[in-house]
Structure formats: C-alpha cells, structure tokens
C-alpha cells in the first residue's frame, strides 16, 4: 500500500535541459515523477539549465527552466537526459560544468540514453556498469572504456547511479525510482495511470534480436540468420547453415565475423540465449523456456545464464515480478567525485 508522506517534504528531483534534449527523454521520467504525487505526495520536479535560460528541444520546442544549475539547491535525484546529437554537440563545456555541480548536489544520478555520455565524460562511470540506447553502445564502450556497457539492458543500477537506454526506458527507470522510494504499489499505480507496464519484459534485444549488433549485410548472411531465427531450437552447425547458403563454412564463417562480429556459432548462441530469456520473461519455466530455445536441458540453460550474467534462470525470472529497482544486488555507495 502507498505510504502516507502528506506531512514529509517532497523529494527534489532535478533534470538538466539543454539545447538539443530529446523531449521524450526528460518529459517522460518528468511525467512519472509528477504523476506519482496522485499516489504519494513524493516529487518536485525542477528543471534547470546551465545558464538559467531555455532551451530548444529535439521537436523544435523552447522549454523554459526554473534556474541554472548553480542556483539549484540540493537535489534527492538528478536526471540527465539524452539527444540525437552527438556528444561533442550536446554536451559542451557549459553543460558538463553543470552536470559536474548537480553530480555533487544529489543523492543518486541517472542518466537516460545519450546522457550517459556525460556522466562518462564526467569520470562518473568509471568502474562502473552502464548502459545507454542500443545504438550508443558500441561507441560509449569505445569511448570509455573504463565503463562496462551492457548493451541489451532497459536499465541499470550500480549503487547510487542509474542509466537506462533511452526514449521510453526512461518512464521504466523512473517507475524503478518511485518503487525504491514508495513501494511497488505506489510505481504499479503510476503505471496504471500512465497506462504503461510496470516492468516492459525482456531487454532492448526484444525490439530485434540484431538490434544489439550490426545487420547482415549481404544474402548469403541473411539467409543463414533468417533460418536460425525460424527455428532456434533446431540442431543448427555451421556445416548445415553452410549448405544452407551454399557457400564453404570457412566462407560463411568470415562472412558472419565480418558482417556480424560473431561467428555462426556465437550468433547461433545470441539467438537461443534471448528466446530462453524472453519464454522465462512470459512466465514460462526453465525447463519449456530450455526446450523452446534448443538447450536441451534445463541445466545447460541454467549454465548459459550464470556464464552471461551470474545468475541462475529462475532467480533472473524473480527479477521481473516488480521494476526490479528492490532486487538490484549492489550495495549503496556514495557518488565518486567529478574530474575535471
């Protein structure tokens, strides 16, 4: 049941706005946080820019802020938001000087798509786990590669900082949040108001199970992927995907690693790995979700999932009953501080 904190100050929740802000990025987990107050008297929202002043966002539209960043105050949580710019544009001297001061001024840091750019830039990352907007991975990770990006998370919790994949991954990190401060029943409420899920199943290779990687490039590759998608659970080699595209394995095999940056093996594995996650996301169990995907066994599966992520299939499987912001396995521990 919700808690009654009529007679509590509400938690400032901070969002840095710039010129360039994709508009979903903050006006979504902004939503989340004010529709929550029909639940729990629990937010306010403050948007802030560097300078104070407004800014144009991705749609074309000017937003004015409440003050700058250094006028701000103390914040319980700061958003940064992301852009379809790229960093070098969007994240300027001015702005990493006012995502720096709001780092030191909260309680926890978040960060939605491209705005994990910043926190990056900023040395926030480092040693840290993050993710981003599936098409931002592969360059964060480049980047930064003090940052463990994982790429297929809708979001992610590393102690006191959060980061989640864009767009409307940013409505399922603030539901997370209003879980961690009120309770699942407040966040199920939000969710039912917003009429959104409580917790979208799955990781962002739901969207597509190459969206994580690059795409086949040529007919040969795709005929080989398009069979293994048909039927993942199938006894698949690289001799009968081969034949199947009428090519030599070594030629299929350079093939896949130059167009896929995986072997057939691999992508055979990638494929059968997010099929078991997806039939144990529907609530199947490990042992339908091991059939489905061609494991053949539930323990080999239970292998898979402790290999890729340390845990086993049906403790993953627990995770997704709430947002999972209460199961997150790491401790609280204090913001680094910024570098320069």
């Not at 992301?82 to 720096?100: N, Y």
């Not at 398009?226 to 659970?233: G, R």
Request: hydrophobic share 45%.
């Amino acid at each position: 049941m919700a808690t009654n904190l009529t007679e509590q100050p509400r938690r400032r929740v901070g969002i840095l706005l710039f010129d360039g802000v994709k508009m979903l990025d903050f006006a979504g987990p902004a939503e989340v946080f004010v529709e929550a107050n029909q639940a729990v008297s629990g937010y306010e929202v403050v948007l802030v820019s560097a300078d104070g002043n407004s800014v144009q966002t991705s749609i074309g539209a000017r937003v004015e802020v409440a003050c700058a960043a250094a006028d701000a105050g103390r914040f319980d949580t700061v958003v940064i938001p992301g852009s379809e710019l790229p960093p070098s544009t969007f994240a300027t001297p001015e702005v990493l000087a006012a995502a720096r001061r709001l780092s030191w001024n909260t309680r926890r840091l978040a960060s939605i798509c491209s705005g994990a750019a910043i926190l990056a830039e900023l040395g926030l990352l480092d040693g840290r786990r993050a993710t981003t907007h599936w098409k931002f991975a592969a360059g964060l990770a480049r980047r930064y590669p003090a940052v463990t990006v994982e790429p297929d998370a809708i979001f992610v919790r590393d102690g006191n900082l959060y980061s989640s994949a864009g767009v409307a991954a940013g409505v399922d990190l603030a539901l997370a949040l209003v879980e961690e401060d009120f309770g699942a029943d407040a966040a199920r409420r939000v969710a039912q108001l917003l009429v959104v899920y409580m917790q979208r199943s799955g990781g962002q290779s739901q969207f597509s199970a190459s969206l994580t990687g690059p795409a086949p490039r040529s007919p040969l590759v795709r005929k080989a992927v398009d069979l293994i998608c048909a039927d993942p659970a199938f006894p698949h080699t690289v001799q009968t995907l081969a034949d199947h595209a009428c090519v030599s394995v070594r030629h299929l095999a350079r093939l896949f690693r130059a167009e896929l940056e995986r072997t057939p093996a691999e992508y055979l594995a990638f494929i059968r790995f997010g099929v078991a996650r997806d039939m144990l996301h529907a609530g199947n169990s490990v042992t339908e979700a091991a059939m489905a995907a061609g494991y053949g066994s539930a323990e080999a599966l239970r292998r898979a999932f402790v290999a890729r992520l340390g845990i086993s299939p049906r403790k993953y499987q627990q995770r997704f009953r709430s947002t999972g912001a209460t199961t997150a396995p790491y401790p609280e521990r204090a913001l680094p501080a910024a570098v320069s």
